[in-house]
C-alpha cells in the first residue's frame, strides 16, 4: 500500500563552482519549463567541476522571497568522498544524469551521515535528523533492489521517499550546526569579560605582562571547555 509522497517541485536551481561553492564565471542552463519535458540541460565550462542545487523558498518566508532552502544537491558523493567530488565534463562531451531523484537521496544521505558522524563525536545529536537518516538507507536499499529486478514504480517510489527523507535528515543536521555555532560564537563573547574578572579575583597580577598573560589563559580554558 503505497502512497507516493508530495515533493514540491523546485523554484529555483542553481549552478555553482564545486571548489568555491560559489557561481562559476560561465554557465547555463534550460530547465524542464523550456524543454517541456521532465528533463534541464546544464552548460559549464570544460574540465571545471560543478555541482547543483534545487532551491525553494522557505515555508515562513513572505511571499515572493526568493528560494534559498535545499531541495537536493548533486554533488557526484560516493562512499570514499562523502563530499562529493563534483561533475566534470571535457570539451565537446556530454554527462546524463539518470534517476535524478535516486542521486539527490544518495548524495544528500552520504553528505548528512558524515556531518551527523562529525557531532556525534561532540555528543550533539538530533532525533529527528537521525530517525530520518535511518530510513534514508532503508529506502535507498529498497530502491536498488526494485531497479535490479525492473519494478521502476515501486522502486521510483522508494526513491521518492528517500529523497523526502534525505532533505528532512539534511535540514535538521544543517540547523543543528547552526544553532551549535552560534552558540559556541556566544559563549566566547561572554568568556571576555569573565576572563577579566575571573584574573582580578582568582590571581590579581600586579605586572600588565602577566595581567595580559593570565587573562588569555582564562578566555583560552573557557574555549577548551565549550570545546
Not at 552520504?110 to 532525533?127: D, F, I, K, P, S
Not at 529506502?139 to 535490479?148: A, F, H, P
Not at 526513491?159 to 540547523?175: D, F, H, I, Q, S
Request: glycine share 8%.
Amino acid at each position: 500500500n503505497w502512497k507516493r509522497p508530495k515533493i514540491s517541485p523546485p523554484i529555483a536551481l542553481k549552478i555553482s563552482d564545486f571548489r568555491s561553492h560559489s557561481l562559476p564565471l560561465f554557465y547555463g542552463y534550460v530547465d524542464q519549463s523550456m524543454t517541456g519535458e521532465g528533463m534541464a540541460i546544464l552548460f559549464a565550462l570544460p574540465n571545471d567541476p560543478f555541482e547543483v542545487l534545487l532551491l525553494r523558498a522557505d515555508p515562513g518566508a513572505p511571499p515572493g522571497s526568493p528560494p534559498t532552502r535545499v531541495a537536493g544537491l548533486l554533488i557526484n558523493a560516493t562512499e570514499g568522498q562523502p563530499y562529493g567530488t563534483g561533475f566534470v565534463v571535457n570539451a565537446g562531451e556530454y554527462s546524463r544524469q539518470i534517476l535524478t531523484s535516486l542521486g539527490f537521496a544518495n548524495d544528500l544521505y552520504l553528505l548528512t551521515r558524515m556531518r551527523l558522524e562529525g557531532l556525534a563525536e561532540y555528543n550533539v545529536h538530533t532525533l529527528t535528523g537521525e530517525q530520518a537518516q535511518s530510513k534514508v538507507i532503508e529506502y535507498l536499499k529498497k530502491s536498488r533492489e526494485d531497479l535490479q529486478q525492473k519494478n521502476y514504480e515501486t522502486a521510483y517510489d522508494y526513491c521518492l521517499n528517500a529523497w523526502n527523507l534525505g532533505v528532512t535528515a539534511y535540514l535538521e543536521t544543517m540547523n543543528l550546526v547552526t544553532d551549535v555555532t552560534n552558540t559556541i560564537i556566544f559563549f566566547s563573547i561572554l568568556l571576555i569579560p569573565f576572563a577579566f574578572v575571573a584574573e582580578k579575583l582568582l590571581i590579581n597580577a600586579k605586572s600588565g605582562r602577566r595581567k595580559i598573560i593570565s587573562i588569555i589563559g582564562i578566555f583560552l580554558a573557557g574555549i577548551l571547555v565549550l570545546y
